[in-house]
T-cell receptor, first 111, second 115 residues
């Protein structure tokens, strides 16, 4: 069975500093990995995905993610955080066209 | 915005009642998935519809059922509501094509409260 873990319930970062939101996965076969963001009272917005190829994936709003097969990780990163990045972030793995989500990490960016 | 719409926005039902939630998929998409997001948790997959047939189901009882229509819109029906069914219900549409997996685009959700 596939699973995703987000070890941090909340990440706090100052505006302008780099941010990292962590994700580890467990799947059989090739991992298809996704990051979504959820703003209050909104649905999930797609940020980026890893299917194959380069380990560094670039996505929307300046976000990128680094796939590390040996560490089974897919951490979300951004070089310079904005206050407007404050939201709930979900890592997910696609298996059989079904998305399995982690529990989410709340990102708080302070001015 | 993704172009996926859901109705109603909020709904309050009593335990034991039945509820129908609706979803209109993004133009050009042929697959609809439904997820349940309990408060403080990640979304959980309920089921997926492709070509009007169920194409995968998560760990949900049969009282959760669905439909997909020829225009690819979809309904989620829940019978015999329980208090634990209180959650945000998310619909996601995608374009199924050779080579998957396909990005799923989510609607804003329907907040269901069961009292």
């Amino acid at each position: 069975a596939q699973s995703v873990a987000q070890p941090e319930d909340q990440v706090n970062v100052a505006e302008g500093n780099p941010l990292t939101v962590k994700c580890t996965y467990s799947v059989s076969g090739n991992p298809y990995l996704f990051w979504y963001v959820q703003y209050p009272n909104r649905g999930l917005q797609f940020l980026l995905k890893y299917i194959t190829g380069d380990n560094l994936v670039k996505g929307s709003y300046g976000f990128e993610a680094e796939f590390n097969k040996s560490q089974t990780s897919f951490h979300l990163k951004k070089p310079s955080a904005l206050v407007s990045d404050s939201a709930l972030y979900f890592c997910a793995v696609n298996y059989g066209n079904m998305l399995t989500f982690g529990g989410g990490t709340r990102l708080m960016v302070k001015p | 915005e993704t172009g996926v719409t859901q109705s109603p926005t909020h709904l309050i039902k009593t335990r034991g009642q039945q509820v129908t939630l609706r979803c209109s998929s993004q133009s050009g998409h042929n697959t609809v998935s439904w997820y349940q997001q309990a408060l403080g948790q990640g979304p959980q997959f309920i089921f997926q519809y492709y070509r009007e047939e169920e194409n995968g189901r998560g760990n949900f009882p049969p009282r959760f059922s669905g439909l997909q229509f020829p225009n690819y819109s979809s309904e989620l029906n829940v019978n015999a509501l329980e208090l634990d069914d209180s959650a945000l219900y998310l619909c996601a549409s995608s374009l199924r094509r050779v080579g998957g997996p396909w990005e799923q685009y989510f609607g804003p959700g329907t907040r269901l409260t069961v009292t």
